[in-house]
């Protein structure tokens, strides 16, 4: 099955992280990319620039109009993500808590289960 890991940024929560802690967070996804490269699950993996640089296209009477920044404003983002192939929901998540982002209070990384166009879970 596949699984999308999506790391969600929280500025403040990063801000209030000291150097080493920064550091801590940043190492470990290198010793969690070795540990899923290894396994066989790891499909792939992309880091997102900063919201500030991305656009949002919305089509309005049939023309496309194109507005600068986040869609929304939050405090979180959609800074990453882990795009993996596992046995199980239960593999997923046990991949998941092998994220330093996990660890940190304020921070979290969502699961969720890659779909079919047909909208069936990817088995």
Request: contains cysteine.
């Amino acid at each position: 099955m596949k699984f999308l890991l999506n790391l969600h940024m929280n500025p403040a929560v990063w801000d209030s992280l000291t150097e080493d802690e920064r550091n801590e967070v940043m190492t470990g996804h290198g010793a969690f990319m070795e540990t899923v490269t290894k396994s066989g699950e790891m499909i792939t993996t992309q880091g997102l620039a900063d919201p500030s640089q991305s656009a949002v296209v919305r089509v309005r009477g049939g023309q496309p109009v194109v507005t600068d920044g986040p869609y929304l404003e939050a405090k979180e983002y959609l800074g990453g993500f882990y795009l993996i192939d596992c046995e199980s929901r239960d593999r997923a998540l046990e991949l998941a808590a092998m994220i330093p982002d996990a660890k940190v209070e304020g921070l979290g990384v969502e699961v969720r289960p890659v779909m079919f166009a047909d909208g069936q879970p990817e088995m």
